[in-house]
Structure formats: structure tokens, C-alpha cells
């Protein structure tokens, strides 16, 4: 039975006697400095804080980050196209990312992302195709239509005003493209 003078039932309504349950855990006078081995640690740690960590390169190969769940660019097509899925001992210290379970046991993964790469051969003959192929065909066909249409003009008796960047159409291709 608990007396009436028991000091855990007194109430101090002061503020400044308050003290927090944290306070009465650890000792007031610990040390709460950051050692320079705990900043050591935290540097160590900014890969796990990212949502999704740079990549260290794999010397002939680009490396990239790849979703499961998009479905209109599925892993699938990826393979297919040549992207392999990174293991967690191609890339040392990513053992904290490696997948423990399911399809993609072993693979590097941080939620629905995967760690992909593909050779670098491959990844620049694709990137000249999508960044500067595709687009000098596109350039082709906007001054083949230019073009058509002067002519069509003429014929009928007409000019056509051609504003600034036409001209450029009709010059030769630009050098092949670098891509890092």
C-alpha cells in the first residue's frame, strides 16, 4: 500500500524541476562529443543515407541503377538489349545491398531498384544512336520537308520566309558524338 507521504505521488508544478525521463537514463555529465573515429564512421555511412548510392565503376562496363516496377522500360528488354544485373561481389562493399531473397537473390538492390551494367562498347554505340543518329534523321526529314514546301511555293508563284536554323539543316552531319 502506497502512504500518503510517499515522495513518487507529489506533484511539482515548477518548470524548471522538471526533468525529462531521458535525463534521468544516462548521466548528465556524459561525454556527448563526436570523436573523430565517430565522424570516421558517419563519412563511412553517406552511401547507406542516399536513396540509391553512386555506383563505383567497373572498368568496360556502364554502370546504372534499373526498376522493377516500371513498365514501360521492364528489366526484361533490358536484358535483352545486353544490361546484366550487378552481384554483390562485383562491386566490393555493397554486401549491405545485395538482394537476400526472391529473383534477384545475390544482385545489388535497394528497394524496387537494381544495380545493372553494360559494356561500355555496347552503351556508346547505343548512345550514338539515340543522341545523334536519331536525331540527324530527324533533321533530315524537317529540311527535306522545308524543302518541299519551297519548291511547292515557287511553283505556285510564292516565296516562303525561312527563319533562323533552316540553313543549318541543310549542312552536313556534326562529328560523331562523345559520350562519357
Not at 519551297?150 to 520566309?161: D, E, V
Amino acid at each position: 500500500m502506497i502512504e500518503a507521504n510517499d515522495d513518487r505521488l507529489k506533484k511539482d508544478l515548477g518548470v524548471a524541476s522538471r526533468r525529462s525521463r531521458a535525463m534521468d537514463d544516462r548521466a548528465v555529465t556524459e561525454d556527448r562529443e563526436m570523436t573523430d573515429d565517430d565522424r570516421l564512421e558517419m563519412f563511412r555511412m553517406q552511401q547507406f543515407n542516399d536513396a540509391l548510392p553512386d555506383l563505383p565503376e567497373i572498368p568496360g562496363f556502364h554502370m546504372c541503377w534499373l526498376s522493377t516496377t516500371n513498365g514501360s522500360d521492364p528489366i526484361a528488354k533490358r536484358m535483352r538489349l545486353g544490361y546484366t544485373p550487378v552481384l554483390s561481389e562485383d562491386i566490393p562493399g555493397f554486401d549491405y545491398a545485395s538482394q537476400k531473397t526472391g529473383e534477384w537473390a545475390g544482385c545489388v538492390g535497394i528497394n524496387e531498384m537494381l544495380a545493372f551494367k553494360l559494356p561500355l562498347s555496347l552503351y556508346e554505340r547505343y548512345m550514338q544512336e539515340a543522341h545523334h543518329n536519331a536525331p540527324n534523321r530527324e533533321e533530315g526529314k524537317l529540311a527535306d520537308t522545308a524543302d518541299f514546301l519551297r519548291n511547292q511555293l515557287r511553283s505556285a508563284g510564292s516565296t516562303i520566309f525561312e527563319g533562323d536554323g533552316m540553313q543549318e539543316l541543310h549542312q552536313a552531319n556534326p562529328a560523331r558524338g562523345q559520350f562519357d
